[in-house]
């Protein structure tokens, strides 16, 4: 291709001369990635295409500056280069900014560039706009997000190219409104370690997935990241020696078993050996595993396992192997299509080395991941990534919580696999933590429906028994035997959760049509006439706010009775319609009528709210209605503390302080599971767990003076005092009891006005 076609987009004023330069170098690398997959007549009308979306003057930068049609250009060469594919995937990375603002359309790129391309850009487009909306992904972008994933297998591919290209520009930020971008860089940092680098871990993209948890380290653990950075540029030369020093030997032992091979040693990601600190409770110098060694056969494909197994056989004679750490990928690689001979060995100097053996082949799915994994194959998908994204649809369809899902789904990003028997020999792969019923329900629906519990290898296992791989696994079934709500503890499987909620939901549909009916005869019996607007008014008077499906349910189980309901519905019936004397109380609420009817209406038209054991009440966001919530610890709001509510997984909602030393990172990490939240009404002499921090001079009686004053306080009440002295002075850490902070501030003033004290402040 000729300099002038390449002057085709970069001689546009959309791009500065440097950028202008840095288009110059990576087209023609662009185009030699491309190969034969990409004639020059397409890629220069591609390229005509982008001119028209640079000079629309509708393309815009981002909060960082970037150019949008350089960062294409740049995630082109990540899924060429890196992930090894071609034409269609390229032409879409290229193009779909145009189609996206407008200056061409999917059938013009269907008509010049095929249906392939179109059908990516359609998918690229959409997410593109959820991102507009907003930067990072939110919960309630995220159900749309993920039915983009269950679309074409590349598009995924693309965004964590897209994704790959702009971390590795984040280092710098501009001058202008600097403080906005740095917060927004570490929304992006924390989404690429929690989706992105999760994502490519789950297609076999291992390089980008290590690439991605380093550069999000980068920003949001800097100076752990460059601790280890600088350790590992002190530690290098013997590094790199101990490896040449291990090769070595292998090498010739391999030439003499006549397997050609090369092998290399890799130093473990920083990411990694941050992990491994963290887990093992050491510093870097306490890591002993800080690189693997690689072993990479040239075998043809009948020969590839008995090389792998021979070469594994020479490294273990050898080296002692650790028997523990054995990862036979080779008999049934991974779902993302990963194969290879994993084994721990004592090597010289009694350190602890991985190594890794595999094949050309091998390495090259390794690399990069399901790309490459298609190109042997000659398919476009595999099956098990296909099952995985049929269960992120199934998930979509019956799951009731965004949040719970988005929880999930990154959940299942990095689960390993089991492989279970059924008696007759049949494999059945599942993910790592399923139980009988998740294996029930992949089997068939019915069959996990009526399960009872299961045999495994002869023994009775109940339905949350955890499988292990090898298992061999009889499903027992009662035709008595229906889903219950202690199942959802039970399923760890998208599948298998989806249909246990879509059957409990269809169970409890049928008893509260059986609750509704009960009602409506015993009503007609007692001759009472039914009005459906009191008996939604007397629904929520009850407790059942938007339940009205859980009323009749406690009615068809005989929790509630119908003569109850009917008495409740006829006092309210007379309390709306005045029928009890002036002044007397309604003996079902307690209020004269006008109070009643006062309270009805608050009833009616009130926030959804949550009253706590422990506080006052709290009106949190309405969608949350019947969650439970606790007040958290590590800040122990008190009523009149500025506050927000923070859904946990599994235990419900979380109040937090705004100022809670947790509140940044909770708001950049799972900003979508914060809740509005707020006080109501008052304190109500509900007292909350406050900490105070004091310092002072270390003088006679002045532990005296501090507690005397916060006994001589009736709305607070000493819960614990520690106390510390070092050179004249003293520090304690006091906990109390107090029902609102305007009694703690109070308070406060109080403890500052004693005699030696310095500092008074709440932790």
Known sequence: MDSSALDILAGSAFFTPEEQAELLVKLPLLAKQAGDSLDDDTFILALRQMRLAADSQLLTR?????????????TALIVSDEMGMRRAAMLAVLLHAAVRVGVIDSSTVEKDFGTDVARIIDGLVSISRLYDKNPTIESENFRNLLLSFAGDMRVILIMIAERTCLMR????????????????????????ASLYAPLSHKLGLYRIKSELEDLAMKYTETEVYYQIKDKLAQTKASRDKYIADFIEPVSRKMAEAGLKCHIKGRTKSIHSIWQKMKKQRCPFEGVYDLFAIRIIIDSPPEREKPDCWLAYSIVTDMYQPNPNRLRDWLSIPKSNGYESLHTTVMGPEGRWVEVQIRTERMDDIAERGLAAHWRYKGIRSETGLDEWLTS????????????????RFKMDLYKD???????????????HGATVLDFAYSIHTNLGYHCTGAKVGGRYVRLGYVLRNGDQVEILTSTS??????????????RARSKVRQALKEIEARQASLGREEIERRFKNRKVELDEGLMLRLIRKMGFKQQEQSFYQRVAEGKLTADEVIEQYTALWNAEHGIFPEGESDSATGHSAAEYRQHLDTEVEGTASHDDSTGGILFIDPHMAGVGYKLARCCNPVYGDNIFGFVTVSD????????????PDLRNRFGYRIVPARWAGNAGGHACPVTLSVVGLDDLGIINNLTSVISKDEHAKLRNININTHDSLFSSTLT???????????LLKKLREVKGVKQVQRL
């Not at 229906?482 to 399923?491: A, H």
């Not at 419900?652 to 509140?663: E, F, L, Q, V, Y």
Request: net charge negative.
């Open 392 to 407: 992120i649809r199934e998930a979509l369809e019956n799951a009731d919580d965004d949040r719970e899902l988005m929880d």
């Open 481 to 494: 035997q229906t889903p219950n709500q202690g199942w959802l503890s039970m399923v760890t499987t998208p």
């Open 169 to 192: 520009q984040l280092s710098s930020l501009p001058a202008e409104n600097r403080e906005a971008c740095e917060e927004f860089r570490l929304r992006m940092a924390g989404e690429a």
């Open 652 to 663: 419900g909602i979380k109040i937090h302080r705004t100022s809670c030393p947790n509140a």
């Open 736 to 746: 109390l009891l107090i029902d609102d902070t305007s009694r703690l501030n109070s």
């Open 62 to 74: 981002d909060v960082f500056g970037h150019n949008p049609l350089l960062i294409d250009v740049g």
């Open 417 to 431: 696999d089991v492989f279970v028997f059924t008696p007759q020999g049949d494999l059945y792969k599942l993910p």
